[in-house]
């Protein structure tokens, strides 16, 4: 794992986002990202928006796939993903929103839609996987005890997670309590993997990440099996590293 501690949110997010350009030079932007929600990668995504408005990158030719999407949740309703995405980044970009993927939190059958979004996966390999993390440890919806060989499935969201993204909600109760998750193999199958943290609530999770030991209790040390992971973190995330 290459672990880079930035001083504050906005190097943390201006180094994610030199990742970013890297691959899509490299590609000429024929290439698949993953990408996270969360108000982690707000500041890449700003960055990556900023550069396409001043015509310096184009994501025409790019592909994305999202982790993760609630269930139940209408996918106009503000504190969808796919809705996030549009906000923050895709409406910001000339990507095609035929080349923007999530899973369907609203299909009738769940698991069909949790099978279709694995098969989309395997043929779409990404390049680089953006993640944020949990302050559980989970990445996507993959919560502690999630095995490392699990594919996209639903989720029960732990009690921990539904406080933390209460903050996006009216109240704790308007919180989804199930997801659709990529799973933890799905994640370690792309090419690269960028994880991204900000702020003393991740420093605990940030350390069993990167130093811990390898255990389903912190689904983030999975990555250290990863070949080629990015950790990116801000000061305060960062603060149990050393
Ligand atoms: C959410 C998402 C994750 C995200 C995490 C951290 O539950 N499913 O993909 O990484 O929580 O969110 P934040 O960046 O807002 O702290």
Not at 95 to 116: Q, S
């Amino acid at each position: 794992m290459k672990i880079i501690v930035c001083e504050n949110y906005d190097g943390m997010s201006r180094r994610a986002y030199e990742e970013i350009k890297k691959v899509m030079t490299e590609t000429g932007g024929e290439c698949v990202l993953g990408l996270a929600t969360g108000s982690t990668p707000l500041g890449l995504y700003k960055c990556m928006a900023a550069d396409c408005e001043a015509g310096k990158i184009s994501y025409e030719k790019t592909r994305t796939v999202n982790l993760d999407e609630y269930v139940g949740l209408p996918a106009a309703n503000e504190q969808s993903y796919r809705r996030f995405m549009r906000d923050n980044l895709f409406d910001k970009i000339d990507i095609l929103e035929e080349n923007t993927r999530f899973p369907d939190g609203n299909a009738e059958d769940l698991a069909a839609e949790c099978e279709r979004y694995d098969e989309l996966l395997e043929k779409t390999p990404r390049d680089i996987q953006v993640l944020g993390i949990g302050s559980n440890g989970h990445i996507a919806f993959n919560e502690p005890g999630t095995p490392f060989d699990g594919r996209t499935r639903v989720v029960e969201l732990k009690e921990s997670t539904i406080k933390d993204n209460s903050r996006f909600f009216a109240s704790e109760e308007e919180v989804p309590r199930r997801a659709i998750s990529m799973g933890i193999r799905d994640i370690l199958q792309s090419k690269k993997i960028l994880v991204l943290a900000s702020g003393g609530n991740k420093a605990e999770a940030v350390r069993a990440m990167c130093r811990g030991e390898i255990t389903e209790r912190c689904p983030a040390s999975a990555l250290q099996r990863h070949g080629d992971v990015t950790v990116i973190v801000d000061a305060e995330a960062g603060a149990e590293l050393c």
